[in-house]
């Protein structure tokens, strides 16, 4: 059974800074595509961004895009998101994944396999 373990998040102001910290347990973690994923109150849980096994291609969402940065240190087994100039807006649960399937963009949840317990960030105004 893998677990994901997140960490990082709290309750900052707008403009600050946060990074979010996830460790899987199990496979080998080089051989995980790893994702970030937030859901706020009363929506869908919504793609952030991903990264692939080797670190070298990584992807957004339009809304992150510029502030945020997603990171993996394989010797470490750990993936990083570090969240810059947030916004209120940012305010959800944020949810880390991994996933051993090959797939095309890991911009859905139906791509991953596994998935964390999830980490509050909130964002005042």
């Known amino acids: 059974q893998v677990q994901l373990v997140e960490s990082g998040g709290g309750l900052v102001q707008a403009g600050d800074s946060l990074r979010l910290s996830c460790t899987p347990s199990g496979r080998t973690f080089s051989s995980y595509v790893m994702g970030w994923f937030r859901q706020a109150p009363g929506k869908e849980r919504e793609f952030v961004s991903s990264?692939?096994?080797?670190?070298?291609?990584?992807n957004y969402a339009d809304s992150v895009k510029g502030r945020f940065t997603i990171s993996r240190d394989n010797a470490k087994s750990t993936v990083y998101l570090l969240m810059d100039s947030l916004k209120p807006e940012d305010t959800a649960v944020y949810y880390c994944?991994?996933?051993?399937?090959?797939?095309?963009?890991?911009?859905?949840?139906?791509?991953?396999?596994?998935w964390g317990q999830g980490t509050q960030v909130t964002v005042s105004s």
């Open positions: 990264i692939r096994r080797s670190g070298s291609s990584k």
């Open positions: 994944a991994a996933s051993y399937y090959l797939s095309t963009n890991y911009d859905t949840p139906a791509e991953y396999n596994y």
